[in-house]
């Protein structure tokens, strides 16, 4: 009998034990969490948020309280990420998380981006772990964004201008990455790998000519790819940078090195123009698209070729 009683109670305090254990289930989410992100430069920006939806309610001054604190979507507060140092609305913003944050007007909105980024809510936020903050205009949409989010527009190779949309309002910035920024994230690349072909110099002498930044560097790689070897694209690279860096005899050598080398490749023709439109040798440039458009296969080419040389004066 004892030993039933025994059992009995055992059996009784397992049962209370278990009851006692927390349950979590993994539920929808009311406000689904959502991922936003795109690369200026090579640099990343992103966003980690909750988005929330208006379900007939009014937002601007009610639900969202004007002139208060606000974690800017759902549950934990916004998380803002940049993978380089940039600049917001002309302010600078060193590499990191921050936790975003808002306080909404009006007429006008103050952008918070805290130090610290791990918070639930804005409800612990602390203005002495600001690393930024900046005043910006709220614009009224002819649109209706049900659910909150973020986007990115007007984006340049240097910029992108981002948005808070939600219940006819936008709230605009703007991030800014240097080109120095990305110039040196290029730098470091030939460190690696790349630096022993001649086609990863090749390309950053490209990228230097293509945004007319730093073309001084922008030769020392293209002479770096033609030391690797030489070939139609790296003469005709290296010609076009002596020229720029104001080396304008050295450069026609390369060009004339072009079609003296390559005399039945239609691309060294045109590659030799090209240095020499730089140079602004005109009657030499205006006879080697020319003579390109003879050797060219294709009509539409020949076509461009033609255009090329006729709009020379």
């Known amino acids: ?19 006692q254990l927390p349950v979590s289930l993994t539920l929808p989410q009311a406000s689904p969490f959502e991922e936003r992100s795109i690369t200026i430069g090579l640099t990343e920006i992103s966003f ?8 007939d309610r ?39 998380s921050y936790g975003f944050h808002t ?10 981006f805290s130090n610290f980024s791990e918070a639930w809510g804005s409800y612990f936020y602390d203005e002495t772990e600001d690393a930024l903050r900046i005043t910006v205009p709220s614009e009224v949409m002819d649109s209706k964004y049900e659910w909150m989010k973020f986007s990115f527009s007007d984006y340049t190779a240097t910029s992108v201008e981002i948005s808070l949309k939600w219940a006819y309002r936008k709230i605009p910035f703007m991030v800014e990455v240097p080109m120095e920024t990305t110039f040196a994230n290029i730098e470091k690349q030939f460190k690696t790998r790349p630096a022993f ?29 033609l030391n690797r070897e030489r070939n139609l694209q790296t003469v005709g690279t290296v010609g076009k940078l002596y020229v720029i860096n104001e080396q304008k005899s050295k450069g026609l050598e390369f ?13 060294s023709y045109y590659s030799a123009a090209e240095i020499y439109e730089t140079a602004n040798e005109i009657e030499l440039a205006k006879e080697s698209y020319l003579k ?3 050797l060219v ?7 461009l070729l033609q255009q090329r040389a006729d709009r020379l004066k």
Do not use: C
């Not at 009998?1 to 009851?19: E, P």
């Not at 980690?48 to 379900?55: A, C, P």
């Not at 306080?103 to 103050?110: F, M, T």
């Open 58 to 96: 009014e937002i601007w001054g009610e639900l969202i309280p004007f002139g208060r604190v606000w974690r800017t979507g759902a549950n934990k507060n916004t998380i803002f990420t940049v993978s380089d140092d940039v600049l917001i609305n002309g302010n600078e913003l060193k590499v990191g």
């Open 255 to 267: 060009a004339k090195e072009l079609t003296e080398t390559w005399f039945e490749n239609w691309q």
């Open 103 to 112: 306080i909404p007007g009006e007429e006008e909105w103050i952008i918070i």
């Open 292 to 294: 390109a458009k003879e």
């Open 48 to 55: 980690e948020y909750s988005s929330v939806g208006i379900k």
């Open 297 to 303: 296969p294709d009509e539409n080419s020949k076509l």
């Open 1 to 19: 009998m004892k030993t039933l009683h025994l059992l009995f109670l055992i059996a009784i305090s397992s049962t209370l034990a278990n009851a």
């Open 197 to 225: 072909s001649w086609q990863g110099w090749i390309q950053g002498a490209n990228y230097t000519l293509n945004n007319e930044y730093r073309m001084d560097k922008g030769l020392e790689w293209a002479e770096q790819a």
